[in-house]
């Protein structure tokens, strides 16, 4: 199962629906929907003349075009048509809609139409990002209201919970399936985006979301987690090409900023990485850092290999083999090119924040079995020396808090009165406390540190003692993969992730149906470890290997979370919790 095959699929029929050249009209979200599963050239090859935003100021008058709107079914969208209506750019409209259309907008559309120029309004279901083939985002313009009490921020976080069960409705529409939900019971956000989600699916529009049930499958489950429950995970550095581009560079939605690097070349100050743009990207997205600087090395040499056959033209014959491959040579060496920078740029950043020790000891506070006093005397040690940046010294003293909550308090408050002194800013050494106030121990329900029980103590020493590790920087198996293993085995608790529909439950036999379809969903985002580690599970799967056997997964969040982004959303949050307390 491939998300972006569901987009794609789409956004071909409505393209070939309308014959002849076109213009495809987009707004801010189904431009970043559309970008993320199509090139450019993908798109001209349906005949698209032009790819234009909605709420563009200026666009010219070509009456001779008809317009293809994949939009979302906003207030402000059908607003902005209706303005498009009265002044049109194209000869004709034909409107298709990421999500359920209501009567009402419906209604205003028409009555805007005055000089009939909608030729058809369809529903087409792609109203959210895919990131990769089991890896999907639903943005949200405000995403630390998610995190944070209701009461602090009704408005913004009432409409975060709409966004959220629209984006999610639209992709069980996209799979045909009915699915059972569940959802962490800590969470006040989780929980109203299950009630929401429920109501639209079995009261509001039953209809629409009855598929009906496949004999005696078990239904899909969608889950709904609070990322409040494993703040470890966004806060680590990471190792693998795609985690780690989007820890020291930054993706957005597939794409990254390159300009900011000194000397870097026009042709590269902006840069895809798209599993399906880019085929060494797609081979080596979860290779860790050794294995790519050896992969670029002879994505390189292949290159070079490739330049010097072409410099030997001799015959009209050599001519004309160049030229007809001269496009795929010239991609190649732009595809060269853009990763040979971003590998240069890891590695300066590597070497310049000196990460390995950083990570190392990373890894060693959240991995290895508790040693308050000597994580403490690494610690202090680490941020007093040389060579970190401010963020990566309050980094670590997060990830040493959450650890030691309770009994490290007095070390945690050394640490920050020693980082005070060297100079770090009072409000980032206040995101500690931010930290624990929202994701400590008491608001989490998973085992975050492998320490709860005796058995999970006793797997982290023999994991340490007994069996080594391969990699010191990768040792982390992010919590996601503990709570999936409880689904798939039957043992998620009920007091922990109830069912949103108790008739459901009360009709389950004793020995339930386990679910062969599992939706992950993560207030507050997910991250690309987390992603990773789906994407092995489900190689897992079709293999028929392990406890994943036969069952599939697919990852969703609000955003993909950095430490950058998480302790923005920590900022946002300390702000409103000062407003709301005044």
């Known amino acids: 199962m491939d998300l972006s095959s569901v987009v794609r699929y789409y956004v071909d029929r409505m393209l070939k629906e309308v014959p002849g050249m076109k213009v495809l009209l987009l707004d801010a979200d189904t431009t970043r929907i559309v970008s993320t599963v199509y090139s450019q050239s993908e798109i001209l090859e349906h005949e698209v003349y032009l790819v234009e935003r909605l709420d563009a100021d200026r ?6 075009l008809k317009a293809v709107c994949f939009l979302r079914p906003t207030r402000e969208n059908i607003a902005r048509i209706r303005r498009e209506l009265r002044e049109p750019c194209y000869g004709e409209y034909n409107m298709y809609f990421t999500n359920r259309m209501e009567d009402m907008r419906l209604q205003d559309l028409a009555e805007g139409d005055a000089k009939e120029l909608v030729s058809q309004v369809q529903e087409f279901f792609g109203d959210f990002v895919v990131l990769d083939s089991q890896h999907f985002c639903i943005p949200l313009p405000r995403p630390h209201v998610v995190l944070q009490p209701f009461s602090w921020d009704y408005a913004n976080s009432t409409d975060a919970v709409t966004r959220m069960t629209e984006g999610l409705a639209s992709l069980t529409l996209s799979l045909r399936r009915r699915f059972n939900i569940r959802f962490q019971r800590n969470s006040e956000c989780c929980e109203k985006l299950a009630q929401s989600l429920h109501h639209l699916t079995t009261i509001e529009e039953r209809g629409l979301f009855d598929f009906g049930s496949r004999g005696q499958e078990a ?7 609070d990322r409040k429950d494993d703040p470890v995970t966004p806060l680590l550095l990471q190792w693998t090409y795609q985690a780690m581009v989007h820890e020291l560079i930054g993706l957005d939605t597939n794409r990254l900023d390159l300009s900011h690097i000194p000397g870097v070349k026009k042709d590269f100050q902006e840069a895809v990485l798209s599993y399906r743009q880019d085929d060494f990207f797609r081979k080596n997205m979860y290779a860790n850092f050794g294995d790519i600087g050896s992969a670029v090395k002879e994505l390189v040499d292949e290159f070079q290999k490739q330049t010097s056959n072409s410099k030997r033209i001799n015959t009209i014959e050599d001519m004309q083999n160049f030229v007809e491959n001269f496009s795929e040579f010239s991609a190649a060496q732009r595809n060269a090119g853009k990763h040979v920078t971003i590998m240069s740029e890891l590695s300066r950043l590597v070497d310049a924040r000196t990460l390995m020790q950083v990570s190392s000891m990373e890894q060693e506070i959240v991995c290895s079995a508790s040693n308050l006093m000597q994580h403490y005397e690494a610690v202090l040690s680490i941020v007093l020396g040389p060579g970190l940046t401010d963020a990566d010294k309050v980094r670590l003293v997060m990830l040493f808090s959450l ?4 009994e490290g308090r007095a070390q945690t408050s050394d640490l920050l009165q020693r980082l005070q002194e060297g100079g770090v800013p009072r409000q980032q050494l206040a995101l500690v406390r931010t930290l624990l106030l929202n994701c400590g121990q008491e608001k989490r329900v998973g085992d975050l540190f492998s320490d709860m029980t005796f058995s999970s103590r006793f797997a982290t020493l023999a994991k340490q003692n007994l069996k080594g590790v391969e990699n010191v920087y990768t040792q982390h198996t992010p919590l996601l993969m503990q709570t999936l293993e409880s689904v798939v085995k039957g043992r998620l608790k009920e007091s922990e992730y109830p069912g949103v529909d108790r ?10 149906q386990l679910p062969k379809l599992v939706i992950i969903f993560i207030v507050g985002g997910t991250t690309y470890e987390e992603a990773r580690a789906v994407t092995e599970l489900n190689a897992q799967s079709e293999r028929h290997e392990g406890w994943a056997s036969g069952v599939r997964f697919i990852l969703g969040g609000t955003s993909v979370q950095n430490s950058t982004t998480f ?3 920590l900022t946002e949050m300390s702000v409103n919790e000062k407003m709301y307390s005044m």
Do not use: N
């Open 567 to 569: 302790t923005r959303d």
């Open 503 to 512: 008739t459901v439950i009360a009709a389950q036999p004793a020995k339930p």
């Open 219 to 225: 239904s899909p489950l969608v889950l709904i987690l």
């Open 59 to 64: 666009r010219d008058q070509l009456f001779h």
């Open 403 to 406: 650890r030691y909550e309770r």
